[in-house]
């Protein structure tokens, strides 16, 4: 009679070990960056906390629960809509953002009553519907004063350096908090069902998967964190001109930085948001060609490296990186599984 290899089950190994411990540098790091490199660089490391929140954002939604949204744009721009008003109402700046963060949030779970009934293209162009409408009754506010749009002040009564600093330090809290409730929700018997119903609806509801809750969890969460982005982007950059937080580029950065990194993976959001930094940092000068160059990089990885650059890094190393399901190692078998 044939006999079974033996079989180990963990959740993470070395490599995932050796990833915390670069994150959890790298983020002191980026903490440190107000001492190090100033204002200038404070901002910059602020941009790409956005980018990451962004991209890890929209993965969760369209890789991992195969919600393909092309108006994410609604959640960005209402909480930094919502953080102008707040301020402009006498709170805090930074605890505007707070609340603005908990408004999208809010937004999310409403929006979901209605929109998760549909799916596939009518989903996605619904969700673009929404923002469109949420752009042109922003600019219908006298504050606001159409797409002149105005500037979050009260974050003059602080000191550039202060403001600087707490605007970083709360952009990267804020993305770690995001980062570990997706972690923990994928690793969770909740995240199983989210991919399940990626991969079939139909059948995840035959086997008792509740697939409204479900959805609605990955969808709260993707707003809460897009949001959030929005807030974050207002308090580095001060201004507010609705074209440029409701406008259609912002869908193209987070399919580019998906698309290129990696979709259905967290480290491919990650890599794709780095990349994107580094692509805009160098060439985002250029203006119109440099648009030009990030629509050829997308084109060139969808026809060469369809899985992303994660796809192509991720099998070449001994373990999962960011493990969100268990590993199944046959013992004196190098062969994985994850699961």
Not at 254 to 270: D, K, P, Q, T
Not at 311 to 319: A, E, K, Y
Request: glycine share 12%; charged share 10%.
């Amino acid at each position: 009679m044939r006999t079974r290899a033996p079989i180990t089950v963990t959740r993470s190994g070395a490599t995932a070990h050796i990833t915390l411990v670069l994150l959890a540098l790298a983020a002191v790091g980026v903490a440190c960056l107000p001492w190090l490199s100033g204002v200038g660089g404070s901002g910059r490391a602020v941009a790409l906390l956005v980018y990451i929140l962004l991209a890890v954002m929209w993965n969760a939604l369209a890789g991992f629960a195969g919600l393909v949204s092309i108006g994410q744009t609604l959640f960005f721009g209402v909480a930094a809509y919502t953080t102008i008003r707040l301020a402009d109402a006498g709170v805090d700046p930074y605890l505007a953002i707070l609340l603005a963060i908990a408004a999208g949030a809010l937004l999310g779970w409403i929006t979901s009553l209605f929109m998760l009934s549909l799916s596939g293209g009518e989903f996605a162009i619904g969700m673009w519907v929404l923002s469109s409408l949420a752009h042109l009754c922003v600019n219908l506010d006298p504050l606001i004063q159409g797409e002149t749009g105005t500037s979050l002040i009260a974050l003059n009564a602080y000191a550039i350096e202060t403001r600087s600093a707490w605007t970083l330090w709360l952009a990267l809290a804020v993305t770690l908090a995001v980062l570990a409730a997706l972690l923990v929700l994928l690793r969770s018997s909740t995240g199983a069902a989210i991919t399940a119903i990626r991969d079939d609806e139909v059948g995840a509801r035959s086997i008792g998967v509740d697939v409204m809750r479900t959805k609605r969890i990955v969808f709260v969460l993707a707003a809460t964190g897009t949001a959030a982005a929005g807030a974050l982007w207002l308090a580095s950059n001060t201004t507010f001109q609705p074209r440029a937080y409701f406008g259609v580029q912002w869908t193209a950065y987070m399919l580019f930085m998906v698309l290129v990194g990696g979709l259905g993976r967290i480290e491919g959001a990650l890599i794709g948001a780095l990349l994107f930094f580094v692509i805009e940092t160098l060439f985002g000068a250029y203006g119109a060609w440099y648009l030009v160059g990030l629509g050829a990089v997308a084109v060139g990885f969808a026809l060469f490296l369809p899985n992303g650059l994660w796809g192509w890094i991720g099998p070449r190393l001994p373990g999962e990186a960011i493990p969100t399901g268990y590993l199944i190692t046959e013992i004196n078998k190098t062969s994985r599984e994850e699961i």
